[in-house]
């Protein structure tokens, strides 16, 4: 079998003992597994949605809304949704496509010989999705212990025929908006979907959330930081070549049905992305890309400010 890979470059993101609401309370139908030292993750089969990932530390790391809605058909607010196969409404499908919304299937849920817990989800083509991308398997594997979680995800042509697509793992970072700044982009070019999709550079040393933001990164080679004053996470991102960053401000997330009005203080996305350059896979070609999270307590130190 032909592989794809593409291109990689690695993050620096800040996260230590949140100060922020306690996480909502999880239902009971999602998947749970322990590593060894404690470290823990939820997952629904609903969309192959990571819901929780908890570090050995017993924190929190993502983002849940405390409006999710846990039905069918319905995607759920926070986590990690995977987009597959078109991002936002960039194409004819429903806004992010189809895989965050339809049953995933369990392939493997265990503790390796590292003491390492692994989770390995699956998502294959139906006669409802192949007119809209093919003929195709999803594989997504969480694999995590201590203060890391590892997140890949594959992309096989199983079909005759080639396509393209568009993909990301839209993971909802929890940490407080008021003090989070967002370094390393400063000279980057950007795409502003508040601002009609026009295309900016960055001007900011490191950015500040003071509004609505929701902007494609494109070609991101140098590291990138989000502090605040609950501390450091870090990033690395391998086959994905953009990122994203989003924040819905007080109006957007007061029109949310699915998330509640002060939520918006308490996250900001941090997308692995694949968007500005879609993948083509000819038949049999696979695509991988990968999101790795490290949390850490050691002092953070700023990453020198590069122009490209």
Same mark, same amino acid.
């Given at each position: ?11 620096? @993101? ?25 470290? %823990? ?6 969309? #192959?949605?990571? +819901? ?5 530390? $017993? ?5 849940? !809304? ?6 069918? #058909? ?7 949704? =995977? ?34 817990? =692994? ?8 006669? %409802? ?43 909802? &970072? ?9 370094? $390393?982009?400063? #000279?980057?070019?950007?795409?502003? !979907?508040?601002? %009609?999709?026009? !295309? ?19 070609? =991101?080679?140098?590291?990138?930081? &989000? ?5 450091? &996470?870090?990033? $690395?991102?391998? $086959?994905?070549?953009? =990122? ?5 401000? @007080?109006?957007?997330?007061? !029109? ?12 900001? +996305? ?8 879609? +993948? ?23 990453? %020198?400010?590069?122009?490209?």
């Amino acid at each position: 079998m032909m592989r794809l890979l593409r291109f990689s470059f690695y993050i620096a @993101i800040a996260a230590i003992p949140m100060t922020l609401p306690a996480p909502v309370s999880l239902p009971s139908h999602l998947i749970r597994l322990h590593a060894s030292d404690g470290a %823990q993750i939820a997952v629904s089969l609903h969309g #192959g949605h990571l +819901c929780s990932w908890r570090s050995a530390d $017993g924190i929190e790391r993502l983002f849940l !809304s405390r409006r999710s809605a846990w039905q069918d #058909g319905v995607a759920i607010r926070g986590g990690m949704p =995977v987009i597959f196969p078109q991002f936002a409404n960039q194409g004819p499908m429903t806004k992010h496509g189809f895989a965050r919304d339809l049953p995933w299937t369990l392939l493997a849920s265990e503790v390796d010989a590292t003491g390492a817990g =692994v989770m390995r989800l699956g998502l294959t083509d139906s006669a %409802q999705t192949s007119a809209l991308a093919g003929q195709f398997s999803l594989e997504l594997v969480l694999r995590f212990s201590g203060s890391q979680l590892i997140s890949t995800l594959q992309v096989t042509n199983t079909g005759t025929t080639g396509f393209s697509f568009t993909a990301a793992l839209h993971t909802y &970072l929890q940490t407080p908006v008021a003090s989070t700044r967002i370094g $390393g982009l400063h #000279g980057h070019r950007y795409r502003d !979907s508040i601002d %009609q999709a026009r !295309s900016k550079i960055e001007m900011q040393a490191a950015l500040q959330i003071t509004q609505e933001i929701d902007r494609i990164y494109t070609q =991101v080679t140098a590291p990138v930081t &989000l502090t605040s004053d609950t501390g450091r &996470l870090d990033i $690395g991102q391998t $086959g994905f070549e953009d =990122v994203v960053v989003w924040n819905p401000w @007080i109006d957007k997330a007061a !029109s949310l049905s699915d998330m509640q009005p002060s939520e918006y203080q308490e996250f900001v +996305c941090i997308e692995a992305a694949l968007i500005e350059q879609p +993948c083509t896979l000819a038949p049999g070609q696979t695509w991988q890309g990968q999101q790795t999270l490290l949390a850490s307590t050691t002092p953070f130190t700023p990453v %020198q400010e590069t122009t490209p």
